[in-house]
Structure formats: structure tokens, C-alpha cells
């Protein structure tokens, strides 16, 4: 079992930048990567970055792509979501989530990080 955690969200302004931070641990072996999701309440769940441990290869979704960088440090086993010129519908609980190395999965969800955005 792969155990996440995030950190780094909190409260700032419309146009500042925030890190978010997702460190793994345990059976990191059976992980294909790491998804970046957000959720407003009331809402889906949204699927907005993703990369792989091996190689790197990475996706951002089209809409915040210009604002958000994806990236990780093996050594650490940690993925990063850098978010540039924050704006108010950023506000959300972010959530990072392990893919399974064998079908695709995400099945081990960290606990959320809140990023609210004051304009």
C-alpha cells in the first residue's frame, strides 16, 4: 500500500503562487505515478496533472496548463504542484492520488490539502 500526504495549501491572494507537495511512502514499488486531483465542493472530483516516477512524463490539464507545473524528486519520493497567478476558482481541496502500476488505478488518496484564493 502506497500512503500519501499532502502539504502546502493554505490561504493567499488572487495572482500569488502556492506548492503543493505529496510525499509517498510504503509500497511505492506498485506505483505507476502520481495524479493530482481538486475538488469543490459540490462538485467532481477533478483529474488536473499527472506524472509518471520513471521517465517523468507528465500531463497537465489544458485549462491551468500555463499555470501549472507538475514535477517530482525520486529521491524524496515526492511530486510537486507548482500553481502560478492563483485565481479565485482555484479555490479547492487538492488532493494527490498513487496510479497503480498494474491497471491504471487510483486507488491510495492522500487526505486533501485546502487552497483557498481571496481575490
Known amino acids: 500500500q502506497v500512503h500519501l500526504v499532502e502539504s502546502g495549501g493554505g490561504l493567499v491572494q488572487a495572482g500569488d503562487s502556492l506548492r503543493l507537495s505529496c510525499a509517498a511512502s510504503g509500497r511505492t514499488s506498485s506505483s505507476y505515478g502520481i495524479g493530482w486531483f481538486r475538488q469543490v465542493s459540490g462538485q467532481e472530483r477533478e483529474n488536473i496533472a499527472v506524472?509518471?516516477?520513471?521517465?517523468?512524463?507528465?500531463w497537465v490539464l489544458g485549462s491551468v496548463k500555463d499555470r501549472f507545473t507538475i514535477s517530482k524528486d525520486n529521491a524524496k519520493n515526492t511530486v510537486y504542484l507548482q500553481m502560478k497567478n492563483l485565481q479565485s476558482e482555484d479555490t479547492a481541496v487538492y488532493y494527490c492520488a498513487s496510479k497503480d502500476i498494474k491497471d491504471g488505478q487510483y486507488k491510495e488518496w492522500g487526505q486533501g490539502t485546502q487552497v483557498t484564493i481571496s481575490s
Open positions: 506524472i509518471s516516477w520513471s521517465g517523468g512524463s507528465t
